[in-house]
């Protein structure tokens, strides 16, 4: 395999006096130390860490344990709870500092100090704890951006209780999959949620995940009452309000192992399954909290953003674990970057005095765009003085938008790239804001201690300013521990035989800049697809088409959009003829809403195709790479003498208009 760098940038900004005096990494002779420290002693550099910044019930004396790799132990002799390392440890310090500003869709603002959220998540276990919920529980949650999808999954950590979020966009069939999967005994949902000035369903789409069957193990559902809308009721159903009713706001938090599972998040892998990815308690809490330290370099007066939802892994490390635990004040937003209109979030960065400000570089393309339609929307039109800091993450950055960000940030404030999956639980290549020399384009440099490299598909390291694989040599704490049921497809995935079995694959192309070692991210390896930022399987896509009754067969590829990254194109082969015209019309519009209903409309396809067939080699398999060319309007120029039936190409040119 052979993975050119398109990328030729030369810009380059070094960190400023003025940030750099002050942060917590403040040079790249401290970044050094760091690097060298764990060099030299991989384990006592985390479990340095791990002492200094986790309030132990029981304390470690192993740090790694790596008989059964790769399913890696880390600290499992200590114990401790995560909830009670986000809120209990700050009633003493901080308890009437800010901890959450919530902004509604609607703009309405509620704020929310450390002791009260302490109350809140104390009261929400008590109700939680009356359901017979015990460690260990499996538990689903399903609700809107807010305080209660917080004061929900902080209140599971203090019980034990493993949480798995699912985004509010997902389907009842999605929410079907996971439930089952999971084995799931609660669902905590709400009545509905407000979303760009329209009040939407939510709780419906449970009535329908738990109606479409195989969930008998679901015993309650808890519903928080958000909109008010009617909803249908049945008698595992309790209102939020109901459950916590004279429960006492003080809950001893339940003490658990380091490696005792916090939370399962589903994510696209390159089958039509999604993957249970499992997160520990200690591991990960750590790296959440020390990325904040050294990626955000947040300070105690910072008014951070992130604008991730929890449904995703940046919401749950850098909104409802991350920031708590570090004890910072943070936004919490409910509503989309685009209402009332495009200039909702540097309105906001002016209003509440932003400092820190992490977002998604799709987010940013499309405030872009917006800007040069309508000036009143754009960020020069705002005071955004407060801004020290500016993050990214989840796809690639092109330099073009960075170079807007920066000019966001009054070329004052660095930009941190970060680099992450959720596999990784945080942050494992990012600039230290400090520290770092930035290049637009590139997350640069790995987080100390980890030990991350480009490597080709034997597995043996190859030279810098070639592309290849990343993969990350050495366990870290906040490494997934498995995928839930199924360990089988967790080594198969994350560690290939063909690599050695003992180096993680991320699935991620990459090349490390010949002279300065940084990294630049090539975009995936595997048939997973980044739309605006959102993991997407192809197969899954295929997988949720097949399933229609008209469809024969399918094959989807991504094409590259200016402003979601990629856009999902699908091939389409019929049962019956090929449609032409109004007809075929009509069946894009119901495959499209097909895919929306199966996993959500994030998946729904922007361009569909049809075919009497597929190309493919005489061995059957069918050449994406030609039809990714064909998504693209290039011409086929390359070989395509394995091709079985060549003549398809020409249908498959055309896009139903
Ligand atoms: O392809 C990489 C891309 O997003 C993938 C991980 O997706 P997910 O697990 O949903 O987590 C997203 C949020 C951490 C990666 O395999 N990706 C994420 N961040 C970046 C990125 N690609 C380039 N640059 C980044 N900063």
Redesign the pocket.
């Known amino acids: 395999m052979s993975i050119e760098s398109v990328l030729h940038e030369r810009r380059v900004f070094a960190p400023g006096k003025d940030f750099s005096s002050q942060a917590a990494v403040g040079s790249m002779e401290e970044y050094q130390r760091l690097h060298t420290e764990a060099l030299q002693d991989y384990e006592g550099f985390w479990a340095r860490l791990a002492r200094e910044l986790l309030i132990w019930h029981k304390p470690f004396t192993k740090t790694l344990n790596q008989d059964n790799a790769p399913f890696y132990k880390w600290f499992e002799d200590g114990e401790l709870n995560v909830s009670a390392n986000c809120l209990d440890k700050h009633l003493q310090t901080i308890p009437n500092k800010t901890a959450i500003i919530f902004e509604a869709d609607n703009g309405d603002v509620k704020n929310v100090t450390y002791k009260a959220l302490y109350h809140q998540v104390c009261q929400f276990a008590n109700g939680l704890k009356s359901l017979n919920l015990v460690k260990g529980d499996r538990v689903i949650i399903y609700l809107p951006m807010g305080i209660e999808a917080i004061v929900a999954m902080q209140a599971c950590a203090r019980l034990g209780i493993i949480h798995s979020v699912v985004f509010g966009g997902f389907s009842a069939k999605s929410l079907n999959e996971r439930i089952i999967d999971a084995g799931a005994v609660a669902v905590i949902t709400s009545d509905g949620q407000h979303r760009g000035g329209k009040t939407l369903p939510l709780k419906q789409a449970v009535d329908d995940g738990i109606a479409m069957g195989g969930c008998d193990s679901i015993r309650n559902i808890v519903v928080f009452k958000k909109t008010g809308q009617e909803i249908t009721w049945n008698d595992k159903c309790i209102w939020w309000h109901d459950l916590i009713a004279g429960k006492a706001d003080e809950c001893a938090p339940v003490m658990v192992e380091a490696e005792h599972p916090l939370f399962l998040l589903y994510?696209?892998g390159s089958t039509g399954k999604p993957k249970g990815?499992q997160h520990s308690s200690a591991g990960y809490l750590l790296h959440a909290m020390n990325t904040m330290r050294w990626t955000f370099d947040i300070k105690p007066d910072d008014i951070y953003w992130c604008t991730?939802d929890v449904g995703?892994?940046?919401g749950h490390?850098y909104v409802t674990y991350g920031p708590l635990a570090i004890g910072a004040t943070q936004i919490v937003f409910e509503g989309i970057p685009t209402f009332p209109n495009a200039g909702r979030f540097w309105e906001m960065i002016q209003r509440h005095k932003v400092s820190i400000f992490y977002t998604a570089?799709t987010a940013i393309r499309s405030l872009i765009k917006a800007g040069e339609t309508d000036f009143t929307t754009h960020p020069n039109h705002f005071d955004l003085s407060s801004l020290r800091l500016l993050g990214?993450?989840?796809?690639?950055?092109n330099p073009e938008a960075w170079m807007w960000y920066e000019q966001v940030g009054g070329s004052r404030c660095p930009i941190v790239?970060?680099?992450?999956?959720?596999?990784?639980g945080g942050h494992v290549?990012?600039p230290l804001p400090g520290a770092t020399k930035l290049v637009p384009g590139s997350?640069t440099l790995p987080f100390p201690g980890i030990d991350i490299d480009v490597v080709d598909e034997t597995g043996k390291e190859i030279p810098w300013g070639t592309g290849g694989l990343?993969v990350i040599k050495k366990p870290w704490p906040s490494m997934i521990r498995t995928i839930y049921n199924d360990p089988e497809r967790f080594i198969a995935s994350y560690y290939p035989a063909e690599l050695g079995g003992n180096i993680y694959l991320?699935?991620?192309g990459a090349v490390r800049d010949a002279t300065t070692g940084n990294f630049t991210?090539m975009?995936?390896i595997d048939d997973?697809l980044?739309v605006s930022?959102?993991?997407l399987g192809t197969m899954e896509i295929e997988s949720a088409l097949g399933a229609n009754h008209l469809v024969a067969e399918s094959a989807v590829v991504g094409r590259p959009h200016p402003i979601k990254g990629e856009s999902v194109v699908a091939y389409v082969v019929l049962k019956g003829k090929r449609p032409e015209g109004e007809e075929a019309k009509k069946i894009v519009t119901e495959l499209r809403e097909w895919v929306g209903k199966e996993i959500g409309p994030i998946a729904k396809p922007d361009e569909i195709r049809f075919g009497d067939n597929l190309p493919k080699t005489r061995s059957g398999k069918i050449m994406r790479r030609l039809l990714r060319s064909l998504a693209k309007g290039e011409e086929i120029s390359s070989d395509i003498s394995t091709l079985d039936n060549p003549a398809i190409l020409d249908q498959l040119k055309q896009a139903v208009s």
Request: proline letters at 5%; glycine letters at 10%.
């Open positions: 994510t696209s990815v991730a995703w892994i940046t490390s570089p990214t993450v989840g796809e690639p950055i790239d970060t680099f992450w999956q959720t596999e990784t290549i990012t997350c990343l991320a699935g991620d991210i975009g995936r997973v980044n930022g959102h993991r």
